[in-house]
């Protein structure tokens, strides 16, 4: 009997060895002689059949009916979203105790995006494995942008209650931008490249009573910005940067009350431009230890301590790329403190709340600094930094208001570094000492609506630049939004800014500190902005 399957979207069945007998051609094979099942298949239900003269059961691929999906998503900017969609039945096929299923986006319209996604569910663990691209046109461009990205990732059960997890991702996007957000000083615009490629396996072990894991992560990401056609512009611009670690953790729960982590892990984090000529290594060991505590069943308190390191910007950096050739990267460092945190969490019958003490120092930032006359990211010690923050989510049912929440965030912090132009200590740069955000939303099941309110507010912040100073005031916002989902879409509805502050620019003749100061300008940022998006999630 053969199949004919008219549907978009495929759920086929996976290699399935029954015997330990060596298959001898590990190609695909369609099988159509079975006879159709009812239900879901089970392989070992099926017939043996003979592979080129080898004795055993062995199947390669089946198709059966009713459990072949093949679904065509098509979206596009310029046009409205077109789905088509054919199911020949809801069942699932069976391997075994897992199943395996592939889903497919086809391109369609102006600005096209596809992509595949392979989902493997086995006995002891699972596999997924997508794919996607992604082609649009900017407004004012003649070329179009691109964007690709693969990823990999396994968990898969061993014996024992060993569990083993991998994962890796490359990730490419080519984007045109105008001259001056890349600071150029000529007029064809350029193409800005970045390409990230990331990979992580993880294994653990329970050795009573305790639960090791040891693994490894590697990253690195480059970033190119030149003209179109001109080769050498991207090999003289080229910024990369690259992360390695290696960790081992120890899980351990002496009393039912209180669990315990540790670890430590060894990092090489580095940065290179200009074809290697100029370049910059970071090693450090980064020990770190968490004791969680739950003394009641509605509380939690949460201790740790840790190095922690940020990885190099190669974007923040690219302002390296066409500066001074005599430019020296050895003394840049990525972001690093030692850590302290606490967090408290309790449950107040339907409602949450939660506060966190984090405090950092011995470190270093990255603020700007003119380097061979050239204004770039420099490294800047941190002598210390604070915060706190508390959050709530709060029903409001049992106050008579059925269907409706309130969340709020609020965090109060400051922060002490080192000015690499006046050597003076001030705040780090953009960074406010307060915000506070509120969302009271109210739910309407029958009407599928969601309507409410929301409320922002930002403390004074200053920029810090090379010759400029940019202070923003404090500022409170206002907002409200309708969401409207009847099926499939959503239209929502926001309104945001009814109120906001103005940022002051100070500009002076050279280097702040040292020079006269030119002159100032206001830039006025209050003023209410209405955003309407209709959406559907594929």
């Given at each position: 009997?053969?199949?004919?399957?008219?549907?978009?979207?495929?759920?086929?069945?996976?290699?399935?060895?029954?015997?330990?007998?060596?298959l001898?051609?590990d190609?695909?094979?369609l099988v159509?002689t079975?006879?159709a099942?009812v239900?879901?298949?089970?392989?070992?239900?099926?017939?043996?059949?003979?592979?080129?003269?080898?004795?055993g059961?062995?199947?390669?691929?089946?198709?059966?009916?009713?459990?072949?999906?093949l679904?065509?998503?098509?979206?596009?900017?310029?046009?409205?979203?077109?789905?088509?969609?054919?199911?020949?039945s809801?069942d699932?096929?069976?391997?075994?105790?897992?199943?395996?299923?592939?889903?497919?986006?086809?391109?369609?319209g102006?600005?096209?995006t596809?992509?595949?996604?392979?989902?493997?569910?086995?006995p002891d663990?699972?596999?997924?494995?997508?794919?996607?691209?992604?082609?649009?046109?900017?407004?004012?461009?003649?070329?179009?942008?691109?964007?690709?990205?693969?990823?990999i990732?396994?968990?898969?059960?061993?014996?024992l209650?060993?569990e083993?997890?991998?994962s890796?991702e490359n990730r490419?996007s080519?984007?045109?931008?105008a001259?001056?957000?890349?600071?150029?000083s000529?007029?064809?615009?350029?193409l800005?490249?970045t390409?990230?490629?990331a990979?992580?396996?993880?294994?653990?072990?329970?050795?009573?009573?305790?639960?090791?894991?040891a693994?490894?992560?590697?990253?690195?990401?480059?970033?190119?910005?030149?003209a179109?056609?001109?080769?050498?512009?991207?090999?003289?611009?080229?910024v990369?940067?690259?992360?390695?670690?290696?960790?081992?953790?120890?899980?351990?729960q002496?009393?039912?009350?209180?669990?315990?982590?540790?670890?430590?892990?060894?990092r090489?984090?580095d940065?290179?431009?200009?074809?290697?000529?100029?370049?910059s290594?970071?090693?450090?060991?980064?020990?770190n230890?968490?004791?969680t505590?739950?003394p009641?069943?509605?509380?939690?308190?949460t201790?740790?301590?840790?190095?922690?390191?940020a990885?190099?910007?190669?974007?923040a950096?690219?302002?390296?790329?066409?500066a001074?050739?005599?430019?020296?990267?050895?003394?840049?460092?990525?972001?690093?403190?030692?850590?302290?945190?606490?967090?408290?969490?309790?449950?107040l019958?339907?409602?949450?709340l939660?506060?966190?003490?984090t405090?950092?120092r011995?470190?270093?930032?990255t603020?700007f600094?003119?380097?061979?006359?050239?204004?770039?990211?420099?490294t800047?010690?941190?002598?210390?930094r604070?915060?706190?923050?508390v959050a709530?989510?709060?029903?409001?049912?049992?106050?008579?208001?059925?269907?409706?929440?309130?969340?709020?965030e609020?965090m109060?912090?400051?922060?002490k570094v080192?000015?690499p132009?006046?050597?003076?200590?001030?705040?780090?740069?953009?960074?406010?000492?307060?915000k506070?955000?509120?969302?009271?939303?109210?739910?309407?099941?029958a009407?599928?609506?969601?309507v409410?309110?929301?409320?922002?507010?930002?403390?004074?912040?200053t920029?810090y630049?090379?010759?400029?100073?940019?202070?923003?005031?404090?500022?409170?916002?206002l907002?409200?939004?309708v969401s409207?989902?009847?099926?499939?879409?959503?239209?929502d509805?926001?309104?945001?800014?009814l109120?906001?502050?103005?940022?002051?620019?100070?500009?002076?003749?050279?280097p702040r500190?040292?020079?006269?100061?030119s002159?100032?300008?206001?830039?006025?940022?209050?003023g209410?902005?209405v955003?309407?998006?209709?959406?559907?999630?594929?």
């Open positions: 009997m053969s199949y004919s399957v008219k549907s978009r979207r495929l759920v086929a069945m996976a290699c399935i060895l029954c015997a330990p007998a060596a001898a051609d190609s695909a094979e159509n079975i006879p099942p239900g879901p298949v089970e392989v070992n239900d099926l017939p043996p059949v003979t592979a080129d003269g080898q004795l059961p062995v199947l390669n691929l089946m198709l059966p009916p009713g459990a072949v999906k679904q065509a998503k098509t979206r596009g900017k310029a046009r409205s979203p077109l789905v088509r969609t054919t199911t020949a809801a699932t096929v069976i391997l075994g105790q897992g199943s395996v299923a592939l889903d497919l986006k086809v391109p369609g102006r600005d096209l596809s992509g595949a996604t392979l989902n493997l569910n086995l663990g699972a596999v997924k494995v997508q794919g996607s691209a992604s082609v649009g046109k900017e407004d004012g461009q003649t070329a179009f942008w691109h964007k690709d990205a693969a990823q990732e396994a968990n898969l059960s061993g014996p209650g060993t083993l997890s991998a890796g490419l080519l984007t045109y931008r001259p001056e957000s890349v600071g150029a000529d007029q064809a615009a350029h800005v490249r390409q990230t490629q990979a992580q396996a993880a294994l653990t072990v329970p050795v009573a009573p305790f639960r090791v894991t693994g490894a992560k590697s990253s690195s990401d480059q970033t190119q910005e030149g179109p056609g001109n080769s050498a512009s991207f090999t003289q611009s080229a990369r940067t690259s992360d390695h670690t290696a960790y081992v953790d120890v899980e351990w002496p009393l039912p009350v209180l669990q315990l982590k540790g670890g430590t892990a060894a090489v984090a940065i290179s431009w200009q074809n290697n000529a100029h370049s290594t970071y090693r450090s060991v980064n020990p230890l968490t004791a505590l739950q009641f069943s509605d509380t939690t308190v201790a740790k301590v840790e190095h922690v390191v990885p190099f910007d190669a974007a950096f690219a302002a390296y790329a066409n001074d050739s005599a430019t020296d990267a050895s003394g840049f460092q990525p972001d690093h403190a030692w850590q302290i945190q606490t967090k408290v969490e309790q449950k019958g339907p409602a949450k939660s506060a966190t003490y405090a950092a011995q470190g270093t930032v603020e600094a003119e380097i061979r006359g050239v204004q770039a990211p420099a800047t010690p941190l002598v210390g604070k915060s706190v923050a709530l989510q709060l029903p409001l049912s049992p106050l008579g208001l059925p269907h409706t929440d309130l969340s709020s609020a109060w912090q400051s922060s080192v000015d132009v006046t050597f003076e200590t001030r705040a780090a740069s953009g960074e406010p000492g307060e506070v955000s509120l969302k009271l939303a109210h739910k309407l099941p009407s599928n609506l969601s409410g309110f929301t409320g922002d507010f930002t403390g004074t912040r920029s630049q090379v010759n400029e100073l940019s202070t923003t005031e404090a500022s409170a916002s907002g409200a939004f409207y989902k009847p099926g499939p879409y959503v239209l509805l926001n309104l945001h800014g109120y906001g502050g103005s940022t002051r620019d100070d500009f002076f003749t050279g500190g040292s020079s006269k100061f002159h100032s300008a206001l830039q006025d940022n209050s209410p902005a955003k309407l998006e209709l959406k559907r999630p594929f």
